[in-house]
């Protein structure tokens, strides 16, 4: 799940939601009420759905090193070994894809928090808990990699790095719902997210080698979406109602992990106006995606409930097409307003 830039509906430049707010503040526990039993039936009649797409996931992941996407040729000592601290002028790339790889690294970064998310939501047994510890071996690599990659090339401030990974891993995540459905939910559409991140990162940046690590990663991101968009597409059939009114929430209050990184506004609008991940990219690119994946306006299987949070949904990204339009409309002013003058 983790990694990827850019967009907190409440924050954004595209947002202008007064939902999820960034912060300690932002996860409203209890909002939504946790029906535990039906949390415990899903685990339990779902465990064959996931041995399946675990077995899947195993078969078609193909295995890779971080160190040899690093082009370690590159690196020297810093000061403290007798050669040289960063400065300014070793940077690289656009500001835009800076802040992108800063905030990717440092989401990325974030793992231990959403291990304990995913680990108190699925548990450590069965086909469940070994999920948890195959993904979170997955995404360590690619803290690794990205981390790697940027210390040695010295694309990126180490010292900023260093002093905003602190601060960030200190707040730690929190999911804004509770519960499974909320959770499986998130991921799908956040894996997704990720994967485009990654993707319009590295090629943001212009740089091949750059290019070839990120695309390496958004292939995982890929398939995880694919594992947690699987999972709750069994959760749809089990439990239709409580599973729509589980996407309407988590679509309408949907902000990327890293919304609590220092100065994550700004650099989410540089991310934004460069068109690395944007409004119409996140519904585009990551929401219809996932939403036509599990036919949610096709459904007939839902009842009262199921419906009215389908339709809240329907509203709700009507009204997000319109502030994507108004985003693309604004993008220009917004870059020179950032001081981007090409
Ligand atoms: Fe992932
Ligand atoms: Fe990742």
Same mark, same amino acid.
């Given at each position: 799940?983790?990694?990827?830039? #850019?967009?907190?509906?409440?924050?954004?430049?595209?947002?202008?939601?007064? *939902?999820?707010?960034?912060?300690?503040?932002?996860?409203?526990?209890?909002? @939504?009420?946790?029906?535990?039993?039906?949390?415990?039936?899903?685990?339990?009649? /779902?465990?064959? *759905?996931?041995? #399946?797409?675990?077995?899947?996931? +195993?078969?078609?992941?193909?295995?890779?090193?971080?160190?040899?996407?690093?082009?370690?040729?590159?690196?020297?000592?810093?000061?403290?070994?007798?050669?040289?601290?960063?400065?300014?002028?070793?940077?690289?790339?656009?500001?835009?894809?800076?802040?992108? /790889?800063?905030?990717?690294?440092?989401?990325?970064?974030?793992?231990?928090?959403?291990?304990?998310?995913?680990?108190?939501?699925?548990?450590?047994?069965?086909?469940?808990?070994?999920?948890?510890?195959?993904? @979170?071996?997955?995404?360590?690599?690619?803290?690794?990699?990205?981390?790697?990659?940027?210390?040695?090339?010295?694309?990126?401030?180490? *010292?900023?790095?260093?002093?905003?990974?602190?601060?960030?891993?200190?707040?730690?995540?929190? #999911?804004?719902?509770?519960?499974?459905?909320?959770? $499986?939910?998130?991921?799908?559409?956040?894996?997704?997210?990720?994967?485009?991140?990654?993707?319009?990162?590295?090629?943001?940046?212009?740089?091949?080698?750059?290019?070839?690590?990120?695309? %390496?990663?958004? /292939?995982?991101?890929? +398939?995880?979406?694919?594992?947690?968009?699987?999972?709750?597409?069994?959760?749809?059939?089990?439990?239709?109602?409580?599973?729509?009114?589980?996407?309407?929430?988590?679509?309408?209050?949907?902000?990327?992990?890293?919304?609590?990184?220092?100065?994550?506004? %700004?650099?989410?609008?540089?991310?934004?106006? #460069?068109?690395?991940?944007? /409004?119409?990219?996140?519904?585009?690119? *990551?929401?219809?995606? $996932?939403?036509?994946?599990?036919?949610?306006?096709?459904?007939?299987?839902?009842?009262?409930?199921?419906?009215?949070?389908?339709?809240? +949904?329907? @509203?709700?990204?009507?009204?997000?097409?319109?502030?994507?339009?108004?985003?693309?409309?604004?993008?220009?002013?917004?870059?020179? %307003?950032?001081?981007? @003058?090409?």
């Amino acid at each position: 799940m983790p990694s990827g830039a #850019a967009i907190s509906m409440a924050q954004s430049p595209t947002g202008g939601h007064s *939902v999820a707010l960034p912060g300690r503040a932002w996860h409203p526990r209890g909002v @939504t009420a946790v029906d535990d039993s039906l949390d415990v039936r899903l685990l339990l009649d /779902l465990e064959s *759905v996931v041995e #399946a797409e675990l077995s899947r996931h +195993l078969a078609m992941h193909k295995p890779w090193n971080p160190h040899d996407y690093v082009p370690w040729d590159e690196g020297r000592n810093f000061a403290f070994l007798g050669g040289e601290d960063w400065s300014p002028e070793q940077q690289r790339y656009s500001q835009a894809a800076r802040s992108s /790889l800063f905030v990717n690294l440092l989401t990325e970064d974030n793992l231990p928090s959403y291990h304990h998310e995913i680990a108190g939501m699925f548990g450590r047994d069965g086909a469940w808990g070994t999920w948890v510890g195959r993904w @979170t071996a997955e995404e360590n690599r690619h803290a690794v990699a990205i981390r790697d990659y940027l210390v040695v090339t010295r694309a990126v401030d180490p *010292v900023a790095l260093e002093e905003a990974r602190m601060v960030h891993m200190t707040e730690g995540f929190h #999911a804004v719902h509770p519960g499974l459905l909320h959770g $499986v939910a998130y991921v799908s559409f956040q894996e997704l997210a990720t994967r485009v991140s990654h993707r319009n990162t590295g090629a943001a940046t212009g740089d091949p080698l750059a290019e070839q690590l990120f695309q %390496r990663i958004a /292939l995982d991101e890929n +398939l995880h979406m694919l594992f947690y968009r699987n999972v709750f597409n069994a959760a749809l059939e089990h439990s239709p109602d409580s599973a729509m009114r589980a996407i309407t929430e988590t679509v309408r209050d949907f902000a990327m992990p890293g919304n609590g990184i220092e100065g994550f506004g %700004r650099k989410s609008m540089e991310i934004a106006v #460069a068109g690395i991940y944007d /409004l119409r990219q996140h519904i585009d690119e *990551v929401l219809m995606p $996932v939403l036509r994946y599990w036919r949610i306006f096709e459904r007939n299987d839902f009842g009262p409930e199921g419906e009215l949070a389908r339709q809240e +949904l329907a @509203t709700f990204l009507e009204g997000l097409q319109v502030q994507a339009t108004r985003f693309d409309d604004r993008r220009e002013a917004m870059a020179l %307003r950032l001081g981007w @003058t090409d």
